[in-house]
């Protein structure tokens, strides 16, 4: 079975169109059925083609490296290889008595710059992924952890409200976000702190207000109500509210 034929053959058994497959892929349709034609003249070269069939193959389920396999079999005589001798030769870089020209350098060259910009923006995107919503470890009140993570706070988007609780004794606390989904309720011991992160607001019950120390978005705010005291209190990007 040709490439073209066992691709297409996978792609139908998973049941997806060629613009499925190209939305998914981020190859273009046009290329999806030409490779599917085993015309492969619209992939821009070898070395592109084997990249569309190694993604399409692994979308699909199907093992890459025997469908490459079988596409050089087929098309690895179809052009001469490239030697190092040839690209390298002096009379190749510089005009002589010959008439050669310089070679043209630009496609690698604005192939090697892509890849190195989708490097970077993968480095960046992965280094600042923050879950809204997430509870950080807790730790003893004054401890050096605990300073340790406060000096180390992480960047947060503006949008995002950090509320960071610390139990002088233990506290029934209630935690929901502005679309009112609880992030955490339960008893806080004495000496734990919690941080919560939600977007635009962060709401919180306490039964005993007295007995927590609050701190929003690296602002001290300090008790919010009275030993024994049941106090409801919404923190958002400003000033924290009332309710």
């Given at each position: 079975m040709s490439v073209g034929a066992a691709l297409s053959e996978a792609r139908q058994n998973a049941e997806l169109t060629v613009s499925q497959l190209s939305d998914r892929t981020n190859i273009r349709e046009t290329i999806i059925h030409g490779i599917e034609r085993d015309d492969f003249s619209a992939c821009g070269g070898d070395f592109y083609a084997r990249g569309h069939i190694r993604a399409i193959a692994g979308y699909l389920g199907v093992e890459p490296e025997s469908i490459i396999?079988?596409?050089?079999?087929?098309?690895?005589?179809?052009?001469?290889?490239?030697?190092?001798?040839?690209?390298?030769?002096?009379?190749?870089?510089?005009?002589?008595?010959?008439?050669?020209?310089?070679?043209?350098?630009?496609?690698?060259?604005?192939?090697?710059?892509?890849?190195?910009?989708?490097?970077?923006?993968?480095?960046?995107?992965?280094?600042?992924?923050?879950?809204?919503?997430?509870?950080?470890?807790?730790?003893?009140?004054?401890?050096s952890d605990a300073k340790v993570q406060h000096a180390k706070a992480p960047h947060v988007a503006r949008d995002v409200v950090v509320v960071k609780v610390s139990a002088v004794k233990p506290a029934w606390i209630n935690v929901r976000d502005a679309k009112n989904h609880r992030l955490f309720q339960g008893t806080l011991e004495q000496g734990k702190t919690a941080t919560w992160t939600a977007k635009d607001k962060v709401k919180v019950v306490i039964g005993d207000a007295g007995a927590v120390r609050f701190e929003v978005n690296g602002k001290d705010i300090g008790a919010i109500g009275k030993d024994g005291q049941t106090v409801r209190r919404s923190f958002g990007l400003g000033i924290p509210s009332a309710r």
């Open positions: 396999r079988e596409y050089d079999d087929v098309h690895a005589d179809t052009r001469p290889p490239v030697r190092a001798a040839t690209v390298f030769n002096v009379n190749n870089l510089f005009p002589g008595k010959h008439g050669r020209r310089i070679p043209n350098w630009t496609m690698a060259a604005a192939v090697a710059l892509a890849i190195v910009v989708i490097f970077a923006i993968v480095r960046l995107l992965g280094g600042s992924d923050a879950k809204t919503g997430q509870t950080a470890a807790e730790a003893p009140v004054g401890s």
